[in-house]
């Protein structure tokens, strides 16, 4: 299972030095339960200092939130993959609903930002979901295997997929930041069609040790619940994931 933490455009260095400080003495006493990982994805310019702040050994790992495809080069503003790694990352946010509708990343934007990740021995943790335009016009699996399929379908890409540890996230965009969550029965009904075709691209062994996390206005009092749903293997929380005492309240509900 994993508990992540998307802080978006929240928190400079200082807070998230002080975030990591938090969470880190909290889970040295209360452990997060056995399988549990727990990752936190800071802005890129508050990565290294989250990283600075972690004692060494400590049960957390740190992501970004968006890289370059190129690994370095006359691309002004970006980051990429291998600065992010160096920076103190090991996982890597790619397909974020913000990212496709607010800066109008693309299915192939996306392969490319999960073939850089993979080049720098980031994990990917692949976003998709449906508008509630797309849901109610009964669109939820086309919408959900065109773009997961985006990433498998390759064959030079899913062959390195099925050897890595990635993971996918399902994100409803009608539930993030709306306070509006998808019910444990629709969270699980997403993950069963994500898994179906995770395991017809990858076989089954591979495909069911993908986890699928849920993600979309998950808090501290509706986490244990979405957890327990069938086929959720974590959550990707955003706005209750800046507070450390809720994001604590929410690894405590998964163990
Ligand atoms: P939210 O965001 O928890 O604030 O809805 C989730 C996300 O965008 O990853």
Same mark, same amino acid.
């Given at each position: 299972?994993?508990?992540?933490?998307?802080?978006?455009?929240?928190?400079?260095?200082?807070?998230? !030095?002080?975030?990591?400080?938090?969470?880190?003495?909290?889970?040295?006493?209360?452990?997060?339960?056995?399988?549990?990982?727990?990752?936190?994805? $800071? #802005?890129?310019?508050?990565?290294?200092?989250?990283?600075?702040?972690?004692?060494?050994?400590?049960?957390?790992?740190?992501?970004?939130?968006?890289?370059? $495809?190129? !690994?370095?080069?006359?691309?002004?503003?970006?980051?990429?993959?291998?600065?992010?790694?160096?920076?103190?990352?090991?996982?890597?946010?790619?397909?974020?609903?913000? %990212?496709?509708?607010?800066?109008?990343?693309?299915?192939?934007?996306?392969?490319?930002?999960?073939?850089?990740?993979?080049?720098?021995?980031?994990?990917?943790?692949?976003?998709?979901?449906?508008?509630?335009?797309? %849901? %109610?016009?009964?669109?939820?699996?086309?919408?959900?295997?065109?773009?997961?399929?985006?990433?498998?379908? #390759?064959?030079?890409?899913?062959?390195?997929?099925?050897?890595?540890?990635?993971?996918?996230?399902?994100? #409803?965009?009608?539930?993030?930041?709306?306070?509006?969550?998808?019910?444990?029965?629709?969270?699980?009904?997403?993950?069963?069609?994500?898994?179906?075709?995770?395991?017809?691209?990858?076989?089954? @062994?591979?495909?069911?040790?993908?986890?699928?996390?849920?993600?979309?206005?998950?808090? $501290?009092?509706?986490?244990?619940?979405?957890?327990?749903?069938?086929?959720?293997?974590?959550?990707?929380?955003? @706005?209750?994931?800046?507070? #450390?005492?809720?994001?604590?309240?929410?690894? %405590?509900?998964?163990?």
């Amino acid at each position: 299972m994993i508990i992540a933490g998307n802080w978006k455009l929240n928190l400079g260095p200082a807070g998230a !030095a002080d975030w990591v400080r938090t969470v880190t003495t909290a889970l040295a006493e209360m452990p997060a339960g056995e399988g549990t990982e727990v990752v936190a994805f $800071p #802005p890129a310019l508050s990565l290294h200092a989250a990283a600075l702040a972690r004692p060494k050994g400590a049960p957390l790992a740190l992501g970004v939130q968006q890289v370059h $495809p190129a !690994a370095s080069g006359a691309f002004t503003g970006e980051s990429s993959a291998e600065l992010a790694r160096e920076a103190g990352a090991e996982w890597c946010l790619v397909g974020h609903s913000e %990212r496709r509708t607010l800066f109008g990343e693309t299915d192939a934007e996306v392969v490319r930002r999960v073939e850089a990740a993979l080049r720098a021995g980031l994990r990917p943790l692949v976003c998709v979901g449906e508008t509630l335009e797309e %849901r %109610r016009a009964g669109r939820l699996e086309e919408v959900l295997v065109r773009q997961l399929d985006a990433v498998l379908a #390759p064959p030079g890409l899913r062959d390195r997929l099925g050897g890595t540890a990635f993971a996918v996230a399902y994100e #409803p965009v009608w539930a993030i930041g709306t306070g509006e969550t998808a019910t444990p029965k629709d969270a699980s009904e997403a993950h069963a069609l994500l898994l179906h075709l995770l395991r017809a691209r990858l076989g089954p @062994g591979p495909a069911d040790g993908v986890p699928i996390l849920y993600g979309g206005s998950v808090n $501290p009092e509706n986490a244990a619940d979405l957890l327990s749903a069938p086929g959720v293997g974590g959550v990707l929380v955003g @706005g209750a994931s800046l507070d #450390p005492q809720a994001f604590l309240g929410i690894l %405590r509900a998964a163990s």
